[in-house]
Nanobody, 123 residues
Framework: QLQLVESGGGLVQSGGTLRLSCAVS????????IGWFRQAPGKNREGVSC????????NYRGSVRGRFTASRDSAKNTDYLQMNSLKTEDTGVYYC????????????????WGKGTKVTVSS
């Protein structure tokens, strides 16, 4: 079993930065990737990025590429999503999920989810 807890959300002005954290506890074989998702009000949840812990490779959806950076601190068992140059359209609840591998910017087999952290970007 894995437990994931997100933190770091908040209110920020357009152009600002936030760093989200995803603290992972527990061990379950086969889960090698962390995906970040977001859900804007009234919209479906969408994948934002994926990082494969085996080789550190990251993938991002086009709208955030160049602005967001996913990373991991293995010593702390924590994943991060650094978000720069934030836009109003980045507003939403951000979730991290543990899965088996990355399929582009979406983690596959995402069986474990955090409860989310809210990000609001004001104009």
């Amino acid at each position: 079993q894995l437990q994931l807890v997100e933190s770091g959300g908040g209110l920020v002005q357009s152009g600002g930065t936030l760093r989200l954290s995803c603290a992972v506890s527990g061990v379950t074989p086969g889960y090698h990737a962390i995906g970040w998702f977001r859900q804007a009000p009234g919209k479906n949840r969408e994948g934002v990025s994926c990082i494969d812990h085996r080789d550190g490779r990251t993938n991002y959806r086009g709208s955030v590429r160049g602005r967001f950076t996913a990373s991991r601190d293995s010593a702390k068992n924590t994943d991060y999503l650094q978000m720069n140059s934030l836009k109003t359209e980045d507003t939403g609840v951000y979730y991290c999920a543990a899965g088996t591998k990355c399929r582009s910017w979406v983690v596959a087999g995402q069986d474990y989810w955090g409860k989310g952290t809210k990000v609001t970007v004001s104009s």
